[in-house]
C-alpha cells in the first residue's frame, strides 16, 4: 500500500529559486516537479524568510534579474501556502538549535519554521539530504551536494 502523506512539507527559497532560474537547465525542472506536487496535494509551506529571500534573489541574483512587479505577482503566488511568521519566540528557539547542532543561524531558522509549520520534511539545496535535525528529515531534491 502507497500511503501519501498529507503533512506539511517546508520549502527552503533555493528549491523555490532554482523553479524560476531559466538558467539552471539541471535543477529547474526537478525544482518544478517538486513544486509542482506540492501544489497538487496542497502540502507546501514557507516563512516570511523564504518569501523576503526569494524576492531578493530573483530580482538581485538572476541573470537578468526578474521584473519587480513579476517578483511581487511570485511572491503572492506562493502566500497562498501556509507562511510561518519570523516572530521573536522563533529566533530564540533557531538560536538554541543553532548552538546545538552547529548549523548556521539562517538554516536553524528555516527548521525552526518548519517544526512550527508542522512540517516532516525540508526541501533545501543547502543541507546535506538525509539528515534528520530535530525531528525533520532534511531532504535535498538535488541530491546531496546541492
Known amino acids: 500500500m502507497n500511503l501519501v502523506s498529507t503533512a506539511p512539507v517546508f520549502v527552503d527559497t533555493n528549491v523555490l529559486a532554482y523553479a524560476h532560474d531559466a538558467s539552471e537547465t539541471t535543477k529547474q525542472p526537478l525544482a518544478q516537479s517538486v513544486l509542482a506536487h506540492l501544489w497538487r496535494t496542497r502540502t507546501g509551506a514557507i516563512s516570511t524568510q523564504v518569501l523576503q529571500e526569494l524576492y531578493v534573489v530573483v ?75 530535530a525531528g525533520l528529515v532534511i531532504d535535498n531534491p538535488f541530491g546531496s551536494g546541492g
Open 59 to 133: 530580482t538581485r541574483k538572476f541573470d537578468p534579474p526578474m521584473e519587480r512587479r513579476e517578483a511581487r505577482e511570485l511572491i503572492d503566488v506562493y502566500s497562498a501556502w501556509p507562511v510561518v511568521l519570523i516572530d521573536p519566540p522563533l529566533i530564540l528557539a533557531a538560536s538554541q538549535l543553532e548552538e546545538k547542532h552547529t548549523l548556521s543561524f539562517w538554516d536553524a531558522l528555516i527548521i525552526e519554521a518548519a517544526r512550527r509549520a508542522g512540517a516532516g520534511r525540508l526541501l533545501t539545496g543547502d543541507l546535506p539530504a538525509a539528515r534528520r535535525i
